[in-house]
């Protein structure tokens, strides 16, 4: 299909300083969690995003020094030469699609508590690290700030030596030393790097021309600087933004602008919308002749030609959207932007980095997966039998395993019980903030409708007789789970007294939309978005809400995914009482008991309803029913059945789409090991 004219201008080739960008679509640096240890990973990963037409891709945070040592995070590592092979392959493999690479040098000063490599932390001034570890960094001399100058530019030579076209100074997300020198409560310095915005400035401006004159001749050096740290005037402002960009406007090659800290940079769909960054990025292009590259969860090329065409940027840059899809950009260019499958804001990519695990993606399975496993996201491999697939349950994983299955040329006849396809996704999009996460359903129900090959049955409800009858050889039971009424989960292993009563419900009845009489108490022993999100729903009716959980922070795992500190803050300002360590003990039909968890000290709560969020069960009925009779399976010419998604065993959205994705992929392929995956083995060189 031909291009939509609509869109040509992001196809316009730009100049950054002494290299030119092919098109507008600029991947920003982002975290993997993969990182120096798994340079092949990182590769494979980057250089599918250039397969699919982004012009630059950049890496992670990369280190440049053993006193900037963000370990236990796996990021990039431009220590010394040791570590420049690592980064070539990925260079080689951005370049091979005739992209640009780009490297993002960082020293995060106080930020960095030096866990592997026990230098002391450095800052602008003496001050604990950032973390809670018990350590501070010591206020830099005169000869830290000229040493740091000097591996900042020979990080960057060997940046270039790497083949790094683009290399950052990067000021942002309340890291880097350049920043932490631009803000005032970080910098109480007396002598030339402190107190007036010049001097906080001076550092900044300093290292952007050292390193232009130690690779600008073949490289663009670049900018990432975080125009407001929205804390208020502690923090950096956005009118002092306006200031130091201006004072530096036509210095940088390119100016990548976003804001801090990295919770309100990534905020989720829940909290914010596409574009959200707007006011506080817009000054930047008034301000220089530079090129502009922004972030704002851009997924729709007509909000991309839109932001290019009213001047707000010059590129567009994305993190997410990438991971989501890696051939975003050729999928427009070619004609198809339905085809693009977007990202829903949910930041389980995130979590990767706070898990120290290879990253992954709810809407892409195929992420950080690329060069371990060699899945495309794209590409799968055709079918290699006539075999003709069931797939029972059109939820996250029976869509995703109905949809590769089709791609690969089999059979498929995906029966659903409702009327409405996307199982929990269904559901849950219809929660306060999760509308997007219906996207899940939306990309894949468009796919399958292309599939000539794919038979979809709504409103059919499976029994075993059922399937045995329709005649398919192998059978995939996607069911999904249901929520957990009797309290089991964490914190008990045995169900709780009193939650057998009525007026105890579970998210699964408040998604049903069944009467719910306040005051009501939302018990979370599951610790990801639900309770919160129930509690929020509940509190919007008019009830009177508070949330009690055992953990620490209401949500608790959502710091993960940079969401813990919205989601308390939206809690409290809708009225919603947070009740934190404390464990529901019993429900008595007007009161729950509650525990405190640490000292096991007993009080009472007056409430008319609980909603019980904890664990969900598989559902396996039929599942069992069909396992249960060998004989007729055998006599139905059925090969196997086997179970995906939350019915084997509940987890995220994510975890549902990449178990339904590997079922369809790795089905008649030849089977992997033990180890399902190929590894990086440390190097035993020295
Ligand atoms: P997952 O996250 O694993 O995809 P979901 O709970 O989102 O699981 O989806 C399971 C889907 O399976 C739901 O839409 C549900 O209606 C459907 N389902 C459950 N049992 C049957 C059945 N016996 N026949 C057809 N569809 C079923
Ligand atoms: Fe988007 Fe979620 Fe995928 Fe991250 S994990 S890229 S937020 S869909």
Known sequence: MARDPRYDILFEPIKIGPVTAKNRFYQVPHCNGMGHPNPRAVAGMRGMKAEGGWAVICTEECEIHPTGDVSPYKEARLWDDHDIPGLAMMCDAVHEHGALAGCELVHNGPSCPNHYSRELPIGPSHQPVNSYDPMQARAMDREDIRNYRRWHRDAAIRAKRAGFDVIYVYAGHDLSLPMHFLQRRRNNRTDEYGGSLENRVRLFRELIEETKDAIGDRCAVVVRYATDELIGPEGLTLEESQDIVGMLAELPDLWDVNVSAWQNDSTTSRFKPEGNQEPFIAFVKKVTSKPV??????????????????????????????????????????????????????????????????????????????????????????????????????????????????????????????????????????????????????????????????????????????????????????????????????????????????????????????????????????????????????????????????????????????EASHIQRRLLELGIELVVKQDVTAFKGDHVELACVYTGRRTQRACASLVTVTARLPRLDLYDKLMAQPGALIEAGIKSVTAIGDARSPGTIAAAVYQGHRYARELDEPPTGEVAFKREMPGLAV
């Open 293 to 562: 590259v922004g972030v704002g969860r851009f997924t729709s090329p007509d909000t991309m030609v839109s932001q290019i065409k009213r001047g707000v940027l010059d590129m567009i840059g994305a993190a997410r959207p990438s991971i989501a899809d890696p051939f975003l950009p050729k999928k427009i260019e070619e004609g198809r932007p339905d085809d693009i499958r977007e990202c829903i804001g949910c930041n389980i990519c995130v979590s990767g980095d706070f898990t120290m695990s290879h990253f992954r993606c709810t809407q892409n399975p195929t992420m950080g997966e690329e060069w371990r496993k060699g899945w495309h996201p794209e590409i799968v491999p055709v079918r290699k039998s006539e075999d003709e697939i069931l797939v029972v349950g059109a939820g996250p994983a029976g869509l995703e395993c109905a949809r590769t299955l089709g791609q690969r040329g089999y059979r498929v006849h995906l029966a659903e019980a409702s009327a409405e396809l996307g199982g929990r996704v269904a559901k849950e999009t219809k929660l306060p903030g999760l509308s997007e996460w219906g996207r899940v359903r939306d990309y894949r129900a468009y796919q399958l409708g292309k599939l000539l090959n794919v038979e979809i049955y709504r409103g059919s409800r499976l029994d075993a007789a059922h399937v045995l009858e329709m005649g398919a050889s192998r059978v995939v039971i996607a069911t999904g789970a249901d929520w957990r009424r009797d309290g089991i989960g964490r914190m008990h292993g045995f169900a709780v007294p009193g939650f057998e009563t009525a007026n105890v419900f579970t998210p699964d009845d408040v998604m049903a939309g069944k009467m719910i009489a306040g005051p009501v108490i939302v018990y979370d022993d599951d610790h990801y978005y639900m309770g919160g999100v129930i509690a929020e729903k509940l509190r919007r009716d008019g009830l009177e809400v508070a949330i009690v959980t055992p953990a620490d922070l209401v949500s608790s795992w959502t710091q993960k995914t940079l």
